[in-house]
């Protein structure tokens, strides 16, 4: 969202959507306090990766701010991170008093003042300032004046690799909550979380993260106060507001984290090893673990990749079907823009019929390789083999086996094949569901089908720290007439 296009609120109508929401929209402190930890929590979680920002220090006010860095502690050493907190003013209602016995019971350590480093570069990784809310007034008074000039300090390190980001909630503490930083000797934070909308104050932030958090305004609010808030993606707690800063993509990299993987601790066939990994991605939740990126070559030598779903795997190898995803998902995703000089023209490019460009590479090379990469496992599985078309009784049961709505948009996609508009597809889409209203059988195209893998080398890849991965590659030989599957290691 552009930052332009986001309502910034005042000082007085943060109050009052606070009155009114815990008031006759019926929601308590602590919900509000619990969705503003875990929408913080969730916005460190997606800009600073676990594997290189482990140990977070978090100050907290004795206000509503500092419940809400209470929660996001909880969070993040769910997250798997190491929370500190430092948290000299401690409130004595109930509300407060829960959230600190809730962190001690995960033994996070509670830092007294006296005990910090003055220089918090060397301990920690991520400091946040959860001191102040909007509704502070004044001048902040001991400890936090003295840790409010500490986060200036450490905000002022001119090589920012060599600190720690600075994430602010809400309010940049010690920051005017409309003017900002008046005096510019303020805190700069890397990363600013507003919650429920963004107060005026957000407009002088220069840091190269602004979040929105606080997933709850519901449309009476929107409405009465006018605001303009962007849309939260899927099920995320968190919405970037801005650009997103370019990045040297040379700069990035990532230190894997994983178990070992030790040639004594996997199956003896790779089949087994498969199945064990991807049970545990979607055990794990992982989106579409069954994703895998389909390369072939063609006689003249010409690659060419995909992405395709797989869709039944057992020891005869490995089998996908044309035009995977549902009409509404796009079921022929457009991946490509040609030009030329006399129009525009779509090339629909994801999956495939038996007339499209990697059913034309199969047929003159039936050599083929799948990829799997599941990220958040640290882990791909590499398979090699030659690839045959499933019998005609095969593919019939599984395409009527998908919804009618994917039906439709398999007879209406005559993939690779150069359209002139999307409504061209529309309008032969709406005619077949015209056509098939009644709920009568839809016959499946000649064209559309499904390829199997026969597999004759897998590779499982777990990525390990400092580069020194590991790689287990199964290969086929010959012993005593019959064949059978060895296992090497590959140097990283």
């Known amino acids: 969202a552009a930052a332009a296009e986001v309502t910034h609120l ?10 009114q929401l815990m008031g006759p929209l019926g929601f308590s402190v602590d919900q509000l306090m619990e969705l503003a930890g875990l929408s913080v929590a969730t916005a460190v979680a997606e800009v600073y990766k676990l594997s290189e920002h482990t140990r977070v220090l978090i100050i907290c006010g004795p206000g509503n701010n500092g419940g809400d860095g209470l929660v996001a502690a909880r969070h993040l050493y769910h997250f ?11 409130t004595a209602k109930p509300l407060y008093s829960g959230l600190v016995t809730q962190l001690e019971s995960l033994a996070i350590p509670f830092v007294p003042v006296e005990d910090l480093p003055q220089d918090l570069s060397g301990q920690y990784d991520i400091v946040i300032d959860a001191m102040f809310g909007f509704s502070f007034h004044g001048t902040p008074r001991p400890p936090f004046d003295d840790l409010i000039q500490m986060l200036v300090s450490l905000s002022v390190v001119g090589d920012s ?12 503490s010690g920051w005017h909550v409309e003017e900002g930083d008046v005096s510019g000797g303020g805190i700069k934070p890397d990363m600013l979380v507003s919650l429920t909308a963004p107060k005026l104050c957000a407009k002088k932030f220069t840091g190269p993260h602004h979040f ?3 997933r709850f305004v519901p449309p009476p609010i929107s409405s009465k106060y006018g605001l303009e808030l962007p849309p939260y993606p899927g099920t ?12 040297d993509i040379s700069s990035l990299r990532e230190n894997y984290i994983s178990p070992e993987l030790l040639e004594n601790q996997v199956m003896p066939n790779p089949f087994d090893q498969f199945r064990s990994w991807f049970d545990e991605a ?33 020891k005869q190898g490995f089998v996908w079907y044309v035009n995977n995803h549902h009409f509404k998902q796009l079921s022929i995703a457009v991946t490509s823009l040609q030009f030329c000089y006399s129009c525009l023209y779509w090339v629909l490019c994801r999956y495939t019929n038996y007339g499209s460009q990697k059913a034309h590479d ?5 050599n083929a390789a799948l990829l799997f990469y599941w990220n958040e496992m640290n882990r791909q599985v590499r398979v090699e083999g030659s690839v045959q078309k499933v019998s005609e009784e095969e593919s019939e049961k599984y395409f009527h086996s998908r919804p009618r709505g994917s039906q439709l948009g398999a007879i209406v996609s005559k993939q690779s094949t150069v359209i002139s508009g999307r409504e061209v597809l529309q309008q032969a889409y709406k005619e077949l569901e015209q056509k098939y209203s009644d709920g009568s059988f839809i016959p499946k195209p000649d064209y559309w089908g499904g390829y199997r893998l026969t597999p004759n080398l897998f590779e499982f890849w777990q990525g390990q720290q400092s580069r020194l991965h590991d790689r287990l590659q199964y290969s086929q030989r010959e012993v005593g007439g019959s064949t059978e599957w060895h296992i090497q290691r590959l140097s990283p």
Do not use: H, W
């Open 10 to 19: 005042s000082q007085r109508d943060a109050a009052d959507i606070d009155e």
């Open 161 to 172: 690799a060599k600190r720690p980001p600075i994430v602010s909630v809400d309010i940049p």
């Open 236 to 247: 995320s707690m968190c919405v970037r507001i801005g650009k997103v800063p370019s990045v």
């Open 212 to 214: 929105l958090g606080g």
């Open 362 to 366: 199969l047929s003159e090379n039936s």
């Open 80 to 90: 798997g991170y190491k929370p500190f907190v430092c948290y000299p003013k401690r």
């Open 282 to 314: 979607v055990t794990a939740g992982l989106r579409e673990p069954n994703a895998m990126a389909l390369t072939t070559v063609n006689k003249a030598g010409k690659p060419s990749s995909r992405m395709v779903l797989l869709k039944g795997v057992d």
